[in-house]
């Protein structure tokens, strides 16, 4: 998405393999024991060590992390935790349900999706904290484009956050337990139509809700973003790995996922400035 006390607003100071770390299969080992479990003799086993919420790498070096597929977390699970057994999947979503189902045992994902995974599944699953890595999130233009609506876009982000609205979507969005409905965003373009590639699975940035509509913080922005700039816009749903090549290549114009600025990625696309300032962190099935 790597895609985060909640992250600072950018107010307040607010995936093409060619971007990512190493790819590999771990297999099922080294899971803990389920809090109340039994163990051989009969007693009731300790719960996992991070039961108080407290995140302690070593505690993580046996146990089998849920990767997005294409993600920078790949490398911060390798550098920052030390993990050695990986299974990969290709959304936030699908990892949250491999660890439910007890295929992992935690994953690595930002903050805010964390907090709501974790407000969702409040009996199984658990934020650590301190944060493990610190990340900026930007939206992916194509080079192709030269900057111009790379450009377009920081003007528009500027704009908001001056008015207030960026502070007003943040706190809807992200600072609140319930997801709201999207806003009345007309839009009466005189410009060309804009293909904005993001996923359908990721709270509370890109997800579909109750009627199977794309909706969330990245989504409404995106139809904020042509609306102030006369573009109309259709909004392309894909699996994370796809997605930076899909910008690279031209296919899309611009995209967004949560997706953490890097130097190797900056080769290949145009980042925007951050349009969101955050942290991973360790969510754990308790």
């Not at 607010?14 to 007693?43: F, T």
Request: overall charge negative; charged content about 25%.
């Amino acid at each position: 998405m790597k895609a985060p006390v909640m992250c600072t607003l950018l107010t307040a100071a607010v995936a093409m393999s060619v971007a990512l770390a190493g790819v590999g299969c771990g297999k099922d080992s080294g899971k803990q024991d389920s809090a109340g479990a039994k163990d051989a003799a009969g007693k009731t086993a300790v719960g996992p060590k991070w039961a108080n919420g407290a995140y302690d790498k070593d505690e993580f070096a046996d146990k089998t992390l849920a990767i997005l597929d294409g993600s920078t977390f790949d490398a911060v699970a390798r550098d920052k935790v030390g993990a050695k057994l990986y299974k990969y999947y290709d959304s936030r979503g699908k990892c949250m349900d491999a660890i439910l189902a007890g295929e992992a045992d935690g994953m690595l994902v930002e903050e805010p999706v964390a907090r709501k995974f974790a407000a969702q599944h409040p009996d199984s699953l658990i934020v650590l904290y301190p944060k493990v890595d610190r990340e900026d999130y930007a939206n992916l233009f194509c080079k192709k484009d030269k900057g111009k609506m790379r450009d377009e876009f920081n003007a528009f982000l500027k704009e908001i956050t001056a008015s207030g609205i960026y502070k007003e979507m943040v706190q809807r969005w992200v600072d609140t337990p319930d997801s709201p409905p999207m806003p009345e965003i007309t839009l009466s373009p005189t410009k060309k139509k804009l293909v904005f590639a993001t996923s359908d699975c990721d709270l509370p940035f890109s997800f579909k809700d109750g009627s199977g509509a794309i909706v969330g913080f990245d989504i409404e922005m995106a139809m904020r973003f042509a609306q102030a700039n006369g573009y109309g816009i259709e909004v392309k749903v894909m699996a994370f790995p796809d997605i930076i090549p899909a910008v690279s290549a031209g296919m899309i114009d611009f995209a967004a996922n949560l997706i953490a600025i890097t130097e190797e990625r900056k080769g290949v696309v145009d980042f925007s400035e951050p349009v969101y300032f955050g942290g991973t962190v360790m969510l754990a099935r308790k």
